[in-house]
């Protein structure tokens, strides 16, 4: 972690004293901590589009996928990558719709829709064998996954997760009283800030030069972000899927989640039977941001203790 700091430290004295731009500052930041974590940019293009993604070299009959949540991309994994260590084989997805994978209106977004998309992806990868790792949106895609593909599941780590509703979060009641979400049209640093301090308790640093050209990206990704939203949220409701889970499980979650209640937590760790459940006292929505070595531990943990 000090080698990477020292990267962003250069790197921000570069672009202070020779001029760079915010982009080459971000893209730069990014690729330090890919190398950090061993992961290498790569696509593929299926019948439905192209997907972006990062994998490592490590050789291992199992691979751990990591699947990030509405909006969100697969660098957010990067330092949980980092934490989680050099003996597994890691592959982490752009989704489609978010990142730099295939993003068009046309596509079906539902969370069936994306389970037989990532299906198609692994099947393309000849990946057979995976744990798989899913926060938020990516939590309902790696339980759904899980409930139709076990045989090819050894674990389920969901972080997060969306699927099942026990009692309504902060972000449900504004969206409820107020008839806006707030995590759309978000245009301006203010309104970055907002969602970013909705969306954790702890979120990370961002350089006040990298924070304008993240807006400038988040703007320009509001009209497919609803279209997005509009379609996940038509079968999130997981709650059969879950209760039929016998694939080992671990549910991770912050207390302090204000996107999905951490009570949720609790149903999902009742509904599947034999699951394990860790809380974090001062994490919100995104641990594996908040706090990447500690997500990354519990994660190790129990993927080593599955045969």
Same mark, same amino acid.
């Given at each position: 972690?000090?080698?990477?700091?020292? +990267? $962003?430290?250069? =790197?921000?004295? %570069?672009? /202070?004293?020779? @001029?760079?731009?915010?982009?080459?500052? !971000? &893209?730069?930041?990014?690729?330090?901590?890919?190398?950090?974590?061993?992961?290498?940019?790569?696509?593929?293009?299926?019948?439905?589009?192209?997907?972006?993604?990062?994998?490592?070299?490590?050789?291992?009959?199992?691979?751990?996928?990591?699947?990030?949540?509405f909006g969100g991309n697969k660098d957010i994994w990067n330092r949980f990558s980092a934490a989680l260590g050099e003996d597994n084989h890691i592959i982490v997805v752009d989704?489609?719709?978010?990142?730099?994978?295939?993003?068009?209106?046309?596509?079906?977004?539902?969370?069936?829709?994306?389970?037989?998309?990532?299906?198609?992806?692994?099947?393309?990868? +000849? $990946?057979?064998? =995976?744990?798989? %790792?899913? /926060?938020?949106? @990516?939590?309902?895609?790696?339980?759904? !996954? &899980?409930?139709?593909?076990?045989?090819?599941?050894?674990?389920?780590?969901?972080?997060?997760?969306?699927?099942?509703?026990?009692?309504?979060?902060?972000?449900?009641?504004?969206?409820?009283?107020?008839?806006?979400?707030?995590?759309?049209?978000?245009?301006?640093?203010?309104?970055?800030?907002?969602?970013?301090?909705?969306?954790?308790?702890?979120?990370?640093?961002?350089?006040?030069?990298?924070?304008?050209?993240?807006?400038?990206?988040?703007?320009?990704?509001?009209?497919?972000?609803?279209?997005?939203?509009?379609?996940?949220?038509?079968?999130?409701?997981?709650?059969?899927?879950?209760?039929?889970?016998?694939?080992?499980?671990?549910?991770?979650?912050?207390?302090?989640?204000?996107?999905?209640?951490?009570?949720?937590?609790?149903?999902?760790?009742?509904?599947?039977?034999?699951?394990?459940?860790?809380?974090?006292?001062?994490?919100?929505?995104?641990?594996?941001?908040?706090?990447?070595?500690?997500?990354?531990?519990?994660?190790?943990?129990?993927?080593?203790?599955?045969?």
């Amino acid at each position: 972690m000090l080698k990477l700091v020292l +990267k $962003i430290f250069f =790197i921000s004295f %570069v672009v /202070n004293f020779a @001029g760079c731009s915010a982009q080459m500052m !971000y &893209t730069s930041t990014i690729e330090s901590e890919r190398d950090e974590a061993y992961l290498e940019k790569k696509s593929i293009k299926l019948d439905f589009g192209e997907i972006i993604y990062l994998e490592n070299n490590i050789k291992n009959d199992d691979t751990v996928v990591l699947l990030h949540g509405f909006g969100g991309n697969k660098d957010i994994w990067n330092r949980f990558s980092a934490a989680l260590g050099e003996d597994n084989h890691i592959i982490v997805v752009d989704l489609p719709g978010h990142g730099k994978s295939v993003s068009s209106k046309n596509l079906n977004y539902s969370i069936s829709n994306q389970v037989e998309m990532l299906e198609l992806f692994l099947a393309a990868k +000849k $990946i057979n064998k =995976i744990h798989i %790792v899913g /926060n938020s949106m @990516g939590g309902a895609i790696a339980l759904k !996954y &899980t409930g139709q593909y076990a045989n090819k599941v050894k674990s389920l780590i969901l972080v997060d997760a969306l699927g099942m509703i026990k009692t309504k979060s902060e972000f449900a009641e504004e969206f409820e009283r107020t008839g806006v979400n707030p995590f759309f049209d978000i245009c301006t640093e203010v309104a970055y800030e907002k969602f970013m301090n909705f969306s954790m308790q702890k979120p990370p640093y961002i350089p006040g030069m990298i924070m304008g050209y993240l807006v400038d990206e988040k703007c320009a990704r509001a009209d497919i972000e609803k279209v997005i939203f509009n379609d996940m949220i038509k079968d999130s409701n997981l709650g059969a899927v879950a209760k039929n889970i016998k694939t080992p499980t671990l549910i991770i979650w912050g207390k302090k989640d204000r996107v999905l209640h951490i009570d949720n937590a609790q149903l999902f760790h009742t509904t599947i039977k034999g699951s394990q459940l860790v809380i974090f006292e001062e994490l919100g929505h995104v641990p594996l941001l908040e706090d990447p070595a500690k997500t990354a531990f519990f994660t190790k943990k129990f993927i080593k203790n599955i045969h």
